[in-house]
């Protein structure tokens, strides 16, 4: 009878006995965050990849806010005189103008990520939400200086902070950067399937711009519909709007409590904290879509 031998074992060795899983099964965006050390490469990947080639640099981030401002500048403010109606109405609509572009480049980029990435996608084993992520951190990266930009123009009409517009700055950035990155979530998969969904999303943010308050005011929303406004608060992009406009707009007026009272609505806060979970929401939605296509990703890429 032959004797079966095994390999001894080195004390202390411990043994568990699990399903073999694949590289990328993943936990979903805990998994990204976990994995920070490749997030912060991808992140510089696109930077560099961006501006690779050009003069500029990343100069080439600002050109597109700013001829936006100059365009509805001087259509709204000097064409249709709000400017007259609306106190700083400069700083009115650049707060808008930041917080639009800060989503609208989330959106665009997250929904393009995976297609744009599909090498990466094909041979590497990491979490597929990295890159949805990744283009949402490259459009932070870009907004920071443009918040900086903002603060410097409203510290010379005589801007000083107040604890009320820190939090709502702090609450208006949340609702952006969780509801760009749910959407981009759910486009960027359904984008692997069918690419007509970044035209889709292309055309959805040419809408973003007039459905929040930055090249008008607010108050003319509630003076048109009256109660039925508050459907357009409905909007957590309008409502990240109206946030930064009150940590920034608002004391950069001569008269911040008449800007409140004609400008901001009543109930602001309660709001925003319905679009944040509304928001919350849809990145759930975001997630579970991408992860119950998640397997199919690689095969649809290749084909």
Not at 58 to 63: A, E, I, R
Not at 237 to 254: E, G
Request: aromatic share 12%; glycine share 8%.
């Amino acid at each position: 009878m032959s004797e079966t031998t095994s390999t001894p074992r080195p004390a202390g060795t411990r043994i568990v006995d699990g399903p073999l899983e694949p590289p990328s099964s993943h936990g979903g965006l805990v998994d990204v965050f976990r994995r920070h050390y490749l997030l912060r490469l991808l992140v510089r990947r696109e930077l560099s990849a961006r501006y690779q080639g050009s003069a500029l640099g990343l100069l080439w981030s600002y050109v597109n806010p700013l001829t936006q401002f100059l365009i509805y500048y001087v259509v709204m403010g000097v064409l249709f005189r709000l400017h007259k109606d609306v106190p700083n109405f400069a700083i009115h609509m650049f707060c808008g103008i930041i917080i639009v572009h800060f989503f609208s480049e989330t959106f665009n980029a997250g929904t393009r990520s995976i297609v744009r990435n599909k090498s990466l996608v094909s041979k590497m084993a990491l979490p597929r939400e990295m890159f949805p992520v990744a283009s949402m951190l490259v459009s932070g990266y870009h907004v920071a200086p443009q918040l900086v930009i903002l603060l410097i123009a409203c510290l010379g009409f005589g801007w000083t902070p107040d604890p009320v517009g820190i939090m709502a700055l702090l609450l208006g950035l949340a609702i952006i950067t969780v509801l760009g990155t749910g959407l981009a979530l759910l486009f960027a998969a359904a984008n692997v399937f069918f690419r007509d969904f970044s035209n889709v999303v292309n055309i959805l943010t040419n809408f973003v711009r007039f459905g929040v308050p930055m090249i008008y005011p607010y108050s003319i929303v509630h003076e048109r519909f009256g109660p039925a406004a508050q459907f357009y608060l409905f909007n957590p992009i309008a409502d990240a709007v109206l946030l930064v406009q009150r940590a920034f707009w608002v004391y950069s007026t001569p008269d911040p409590a008449q800007t409140i009272r004609d400008h901001i609505p009543d109930n602001l806060f309660p709001m925003g904290l319905l679009g944040l979970g509304t928001s919350l929401a849809i990145l759930g939605i975001g997630q579970w879509v991408f992860s119950s296509l998640n397997r199919k990703i690689p095969e649809r890429l290749n084909s």
